[in-house]
């Protein structure tokens, strides 16, 4: 049973920046993909960011250039280093995990079929 465990939300103003962590445990799988995903009430879960075990990474639009995704696989950390965060990155933020050898792009867009999800953490953007 994989277990994901976020944290490093916080409420930080705009042009800010901010570190997201990801502590996974109980898996050994070589082939994953893993990422973050963001959601405001009344609005469907996004992706945000991922990467998998090819060393791909994928992006959402809205935060490429600004968002960076890293992993410290001795440590089984996943990272999201958020930089001139804006109103609009405002939102729940999810680590996803998908075990098995999985395109970033399948990843990032295939939120209804990711096996597993920590609780998430809050991140506040104020203008």
């Known amino acids: 049973q994989v277990q994901l465990a976020e944290s490093g939300g916080g409420s930080v103003q705009a042009g800010g920046s901010l570190r997201l962590s990801c502590a996974a445990s109980g898996h050994s799988h070589s082939s994953y993909c893993m990422g973050w995903f963001r959601q405001t009430p009344g609005k469907k879960r996004e992706g945000v960011a991922v990467l998998n075990t090819d060393g791909q990474t994928k992006y959402a639009d809205s935060v490429k250039g600004r968002f960076t995704i890293s992993q410290d696989s001795a440590n089984h950390t996943l990272y999201l280093e958020m930089n001139n965060v804006q109103p609009e990155d405002t939102a729940m933020y999810y680590c996803?995990?998908?075990?098995?050898?999985?395109?970033?792009?399948?990843?990032?867009?295939?939120?209804?079929?990711?096996?597993?999800w920590g609780k998430g953490t809050k991140v506040t953007i104020s203008a």
């Open positions: 996803a995990a998908e075990l098995g050898p999985v395109r970033v792009s399948w990843c990032l867009a295939s939120i209804r079929d990711i096996d597993y």
